[in-house]
């Protein structure tokens, strides 16, 4: 599986950007697709996941409300949208798959995009 993020830049507090995931290759072998940041000098982090078959998704809960991740099975792909963003939300933004149901843990996934930096200015 092959992962291509993309849409990541500068933004103003409050503000808004969409991020994208393209994924090709062996698809069918992830059945989540998700979300990490790692913002400088920090873990990376869980941010939300979506499952292909049912689209539902899950957030940590300090994005819930504000991002919302979506999919189009039809083209492979997997947005983030992300609303009333907040400096500390800079990071860069890792997309990745993984063939568990609920996947939160870095463990859990076995396919990472390259990454996209979001920058929040305040």
């Known amino acids: 599986v092959q992962l291509q993020a993309f849409g990541g830049g500068l933004v103003q507090a409050g503000g808004s950007l969409t991020l994208s995931c393209a994924a090709s290759?062996?698809?069918?072998?992830?059945?989540?697709m998700g979300w990490f940041r790692q913002a400088p000098g920090k873990e990376r982090e869980f941010v939300g996941g979506i499952s292909w078959s049912s689209g539902r998704a899950y957030y940590v809960d300090s994005v819930k409300g504000r991002f919302t991740i979506s999919r189009d099975s039809a083209k492979n792909t997997v947005t983030l949208q992300m609303n009333s963003l907040k400096p500390e939300d800079t990071a860069v933004y890792y997309c990745?798959?993984?063939?568990?149901?609920?996947?939160?843990?870095?463990?859990?996934?076995?396919?990472w995009g390259q990454g996209t930096l979001v920058t929040v200015s305040s």
């Open positions: 990745a798959a993984s063939p568990w149901y609920g996947a939160r843990r870095l463990g859990e996934y076995n396919y």
């Open positions: 290759g062996r698809t069918s072998s992830s059945v989540v």
